[in-house]
C-alpha cells in the first residue's frame, strides 16, 4: 500500500483543511462506503465460492488432511527453517 504519493498527501492537506465537524462528517462517510466495499466484496467472494462448489472444484478433506497438506507445504518451501528445528525439540 502506498501513502506517500503525491495524490495521497493532497488528500491529507485537503481533508486537515477542513473544520472537525467537516472531518467528522467526511469521516463517517468513508466509514459507511468502505463497509459497503467490503460487503460487496465478500457477497462476490461467496458467489464464486457457490459456483466453484457447484462446478466440482471444491475439494472436501478433513481437518487432519489439511493439517498434513500444510507440514508438507512449509516441509517443501523451508525444509531447514526454524519451524523444522523447532518441531523436532519437542
Known amino acids: 500500500m502506498v501513502l506517500n504519493t503525491p495524490k495521497f498527501q493532497q488528500a491529507i492537506e485537503t481533508v486537515e483543511a477542513l473544520s472537525i465537524d467537516e472531518q467528522a462528517v467526511l469521516l463517517e462517510i468513508l466509514h459507511k462506503r468502505l463497509?459497503?466495499?467490503?460487503?460487496?466484496?465478500?457477497?462476490?467472494?461467496a458467489i464464486a465460492a457457490e459456483q466453484d462448489d457447484a462446478q466440482g472444484n471444491v475439494k472436501s478433506d478433513s481437518a487432519g488432511d489439511f493439517l498434513a497438506e500444510v507440514d508438507n507445504f512449509l516441509?517443501?518451501?523451508?525444509?531447514?527453517?526454524?519451524?523444522?528445528?523447532a518441531e523436532s525439540t519437542f
Do not use: C, N, V
Request: hydrophobic share 30%.
Open 35 to 45: 463497509l459497503q466495499q467490503q460487503h460487496e466484496q465478500l457477497l462476490q467472494e
Open 75 to 85: 516441509l517443501r518451501i523451508a525444509p531447514r527453517s526454524k519451524f523444522r528445528k
